[in-house]
């Protein structure tokens, strides 16, 4: 019963890191990511910019910017 249980909150889990990810404005690649820890989410982002910088992800040749954030490091804060 605790596996199928699990199993839930993992599927939970990845299909709000799914949503996170349209939030990106990257085009060639969408990422979200949760971290979870003891069944609690701690933190959740998406991929893209540091805030003050342009939104734009890629450059002219479709390789993303040097100053592109992972999903699991740009925390999103309000």
């Given at each position: 019963m605790?596996?199928?249980?699990?199993?839930?909150?993992?599927?939970?889990?990845?299909?709000?890191?799914?949503?996170?990810?349209?939030?990106?404005?990257?085009?060639?690649?969408?990422?979200?990511?949760?971290?979870?820890?003891?069944?609690?989410?701690?933190?959740?982002?998406?991929?893209?910019?540091?805030?003050?910088?342009?939104?734009?992800?890629e450059?002219?040749?479709?390789?993303?910017?040097?100053?592109?954030?992972?999903?699991?490091?740009?925390n999103?804060?309000?």
């Amino acid at each position: 019963m605790k596996v199928e249980k699990q199993r839930k909150y993992d599927t939970t889990y990845l299909k709000m890191a799914k949503e996170w990810s349209k939030l990106s404005h990257c085009n060639r690649k969408k990422v979200g990511a949760l971290i979870v820890k003891d069944k609690m989410i701690i933190s959740d982002g998406y991929n893209g910019t540091p805030s003050g910088f342009d939104n734009c992800c890629e450059d002219k040749n479709g390789k993303t910017k040097w100053h592109v954030l992972h999903a699991e490091a740009k925390n999103v804060v309000n």
